[in-house]
C-alpha cells in the first residue's frame, strides 16, 4: 500500500527531522508502536525506498526467535550488505562473500567481525550483544558514515537469551553517538513499560510515537484511487472506511477483492474473509483467541471481549452481565489491556481493531450460539447482519451532523472518558436545545444543561478561523452561569492560529477524530466528511 501518498507524511517528516539531526550531531533515537496491522512496518521500508544519503547506512532487521548466532550473522549481513551497497558494486547475499569485499574498505571492522562471529559460533564470550552493535561505531570511525538501526519488534530480542540485555543495551546506547536507533513494536504496553524504564536513559532515550490508523481523508482517498469509475457507490465506499477503521491492511484486503469481483458485492466479499472456514481474516482472528485457550480463564476473556464488541464496554455493566464481581473482572480486564487486546479511555473499553470486533460479534460468538451444525442457516443470518450494518451507516449518514451528535449526547451518563489527555465527564443532560448564532459562518450550536453544569457547542462544517473562534466565545459569555465547558466541532483540519487562540479562550475544539472517538464509544457508525 502507497502509505507514503495516503496519511503517513507527518511520520515521515519526523524520520527525515531526527535523521538530518543525527548528520549535525544531535542524536534522537525513535520508538514506533501502534497497533497490529497498522502500517508500521510499511511506513518504514515506504520510507526507506525513497531515502538515498550516502552518509548514511540503513540497518533494518526484524526480531525473531532465534538463536543469538542467527540473529548475528542477520545483522551482519544487513549492515556489510548496505554499506557495499553505495558503491554500486555487484553484491551476493553470502556473508563471506560481503565479510572479504569490506576488508578492503573498513579492515579494522572486518577483523572485529571475525571475532565476533567466531566467539557467537564458540558461545565463549560475555557482552556479545554490545560488540554486535558497536560494529556501527566502528564503521564511523574508518569511514565517518552513520548507520541508522531498525529493529521491527524488538521485544523478540528477549528470546535471544542474552542475559539482562536491555541493561547491556542501555550501555551501548549511551555511549553510541553516531548510531541512530528506531525500535518497532506491535506489543504496546510492554513496550512502553520497558521504554520508560529499562531503556529510559539521560542519554539515548526514545523519542515515543503512536502510529495511528489512516484518518478519514486518507482513506477515502486510497479507496478512490483503487475503484475507478462508479462501479462502487460513494456510500460504500465510506462504510468501508467506517468498517475497516482506516486499518491500511484492511483496507486494501476488501479493496483488492472488490475489485477482482464480477458482482463488486461487498456482502459476498466480507462472508468470504470473515465468515469462511478458509477466509483469511476468519483464520486469523480464529488463531489470535487461541492466546487464551491455555488459559483457565479463556471463557472470562472471550466473553469480555464479545461484550465489549457488543457495545458493554464499561466494566461495572459487564460484571452485572457476567454475574461476577468488579474486582475479578478488574482483574480480567487489566490482562486484556496488558496483552493489548483492548484499550481504555476512562470508564469505557475498547477493541481498537473495528474489523475484530465484528468478527467477534457475528461469527464467533453467531457459531458459538447456534443450536445445530447448520453452516448454511448461520451463514445467512451473518448475511443479515452485515447487510443491516450498512444499511444502518448509510441510514446514519443521511442525517444531519447536529441531530446524530445530538444522539450520543443523550446517552451521557456521568462516565468519565480520556480525550487529547484530558479527562472530560460525560454529564447526563437533562435539557438539550439548538442554539442559532448570529456570527455568519457559525450560526448551529446547542446548549446541554445537566444538574450540575451547562455545555455549549457549536458547529463549523468548513474551516475555523481566529474570527469563528472569538464570535463563539462572545456568545458564550451569555451563559456564565453554571458553563462548564465551551466546544467548537469542526469536520476540518484546525489550523495552528485557531487552535491557540481557542486554548486562549478555554474553548474545545473537536475535529473528526475526536467526534468519531465519542461515536465509536458509544458504539455509533462514524461520521465520514
Not at 84 to 106: C, G, H, T, V
Not at 157 to 172: D, F, H, P, R
Not at 411 to 431: A, C, G, T, W, Y
Amino acid at each position: 500500500m502507497e502509505e507514503k501518498v495516503f496519511g503517513r507524511r507527518p511520520y515521515v517528516e519526523i524520520l527525515e527531522k531526527r535523521i538530518k539531526g543525527l548528520k549535525d550531531g544531535y542524536r534522537q533515537n525513535i520508538a514506533f508502536l501502534g497497533d497490529e496491522l497498522v502500517g508500521k512496518t510499511s511506513l518504514i521500508h515506504s520510507f526507506l525506498s525513497g531515502f538515498l544519503d550516502n552518509h548514511l547506512i540503513f540497518v533494518y532487521i526484524e526480531a525473531r526467535p532465534e538463536s543469538l548466532l542467527n540473529f548475528g550473522k542477520r545483522f551482519i549481513g544487513t549492515l556489510l550488505y548496505n554499506f557495499l551497497n553505495a558503491s554500486q558494486m555487484p553484491l551476493k547475499e553470502d556473508l563471506d562473500f560481503l565479510i572479504n569485499k569490506s576488508s578492503s574498505y573498513i579492515p579494522k571492522t572486518a577483523e572485529k567481525i571475525r571475532a565476533i562471529i567466531n566467539d557467537l559460533t564458540r558461545r565463549k564470550k560475555e557482552n556479545i550483544f554490545s560488540e554486535l552493535l558497536s560494529l556501527t561505531e566502528s564503521i564511523h570511525q574508518e569511514t565517518g558514515k552513520f548507520c541508522v538501526v531498525i529493529i521491527d519488534e524488538f521485544l523478540n530480542l528477549e528470546q535471544l537469551g542474552v542475559k539482562n540485555i536491555y541493561k547491556e543495551w542501555s550501555q551501548v546506547l549511551m555511549l553510541q553517538k553516531n548510531t541512530m536507533y528506531i525500535v518497532v513494536s506491535s506489543t504496546q504496553f510492554k513496550a512502553r513499560n520497558i521504554l520508560s524504564k529499562e531503556l529510559n536513559l539521560l542519554f539515548g532515550n526514545f523519542e515515543l510515537i503512536i502510529v495511528e490508523p489512516l484518518d478519514i481523508k486518507a482513506s477515502g482517498e486510497y479507496l478512490s484511487v483503487k475503484f475507478t469509475g462508479e462501479r462502487v457507490s460513494e456510500g460504500i465506499k465510506n462504510f468501508i472506511v467506517n468498517f475497516t477503521g482506516g486499518y491500511p491492511f484492511y483496507l486494501e484486503i476488501i479493496a483488492e477483492a472488490l475489485a477482482k469481483s464480477e458482482a463488486f458485492d461487498l456482502v459476498d466479499i466480507l462472508e468470504s474473509l470473515l465468515f469462511s472456514s478458509s477466509g483469511i481474516l476468519n483464520q486469523r482472528f480464529t488463531n489470535s483467541l487461541k492466546r487464551y485457550s491455555d488459559s483457565a480463564l479463556s471463557k472470562d476473556y472471550t466473553s469480555i471481549l464479545y461484550l465489549i464488541a457488543n457495545g458493554q464496554n464499561k466494566a461495572r455493566d459487564i460484571a452485572h452481565i457476567l454475574h461476577k464481581s468488579k474486582k475479578e473482572v478488574d482483574a480480567r480486564v487489566n490482562h486484556l489491556l496488558e496483552t493489548d487486546s483492548i484499550s481504555r479511555s476512562g470508564d469505557f473499553l475498547e477493541i481498537s481493531d473495528r474489523v475484530f470486533g465484528f468478527w467477534l460479534k457475528f461469527v464467533y460468538q453467531g457459531k458459538l450460539q447456534a443450536l445445530t451444525f447448520d453452516s448454511a442457516n448461520q451463514k445467512l443470518v451473518f448475511r443479515k447482519n452485515i447487510e443491516a450494518a450498512i444499511g444502518e451507516f448509510l441510514s446514519h449518514a443521511q442525517k444531519p451532523v447536529s441531530e446524530r451528535i445530538t444522539e450520543v449526547l443523550r446517552l451521557f451518563s456521568d462516565e468519565r472518558i480520556q480525550m487529547e489527555r484530558k479527562k472530560l465527564k460525560l454529564n447526563h443532560f437533562r435539557e438539550i436545545k439548538p442554539l442559532e448564532f448570529n456570527n455568519k459562518s457559525l450560526r448551529e450550536g446547542l446548549v446541554c444543561r445537566s444538574k450540575e453544569s451547562i455545555w455549549i457547542f457549536g458547529f463549523k462544517y468548513g474551516f475555523l478561523t481566529e474570527d469563528d473562534v472569538s464570535e463563539f466565545s462572545k456568545e458564550c459569555k451569555k451563559y456564565r452561569n453554571k458553563l462548564s465547558h465551551k466546544i467548537i466541532i469542526t469536520l476540518q483540519d484546525i489550523d495552528a492560529n485557531s487552535r491557540l487562540k481557542a486554548l486562549e479562550e478555554k474553548i474545545w475544539t473537536w475535529d473528526l477524530n475526536n467526534l468519531n472517538h465519542m461515536m465509536d464509544l458509544f458504539a455509533k457508525p462514524r461520521i465520514i466528511a
